[in-house]
């Protein structure tokens, strides 16, 4: 069945820089499109970027230029690197696939603080 588990958030300042992982399992990753997206509290959740099988990207526009996407289709592996990070980016960050179904990882926190 398909499988995503996000790592790599935490506690980090304005400025500063992470990079999250989603590692996949259970269909064909290296010909699938996937997204990150994220959700603040209280807010609902929010598209921020899509890669395709291609390899090809689209992110929104509050992150365009401070995020990149990027996959490793050797170790089935999604990746978001965030730099330049702010405040606002301040959100539980998921990784996501879907065709007729939908599949989600359990998501990992990103807190920007000073």
């Known amino acids: 069945q398909v499988q995503l588990v996000e790592s790599g958030g935490g506690l980090v300042q304005p400025g500063g820089s992470l990079r999250l992982s989603c590692a996949a399992s259970g269909f064909f990753f290296s010909r699938s499109g996937m997204d990150w997206w994220r959700q603040a509290p209280g807010k609902a959740r929010e598209w921020v970027g899509t890669i395709t099988g291609g390899g090809s990207t689209n992110y929104a526009d509050s992150v365009k230029g401070r995020f990149t996407i990027s996959k490793n289709n050797a170790n089935n592996t999604l990746y978001l690197q965030m730099n330049s990070l702010k405040p606002e980016d301040t959100a539980v960050y998921y990784c996501?696939?879907?065709?007729?179904?939908?599949?989600w990882g359990q998501g990992t926190q990103v807190t920007v603080s000073s």
């Open positions: 996501h696939v879907g065709w007729s179904q939908h599949y």
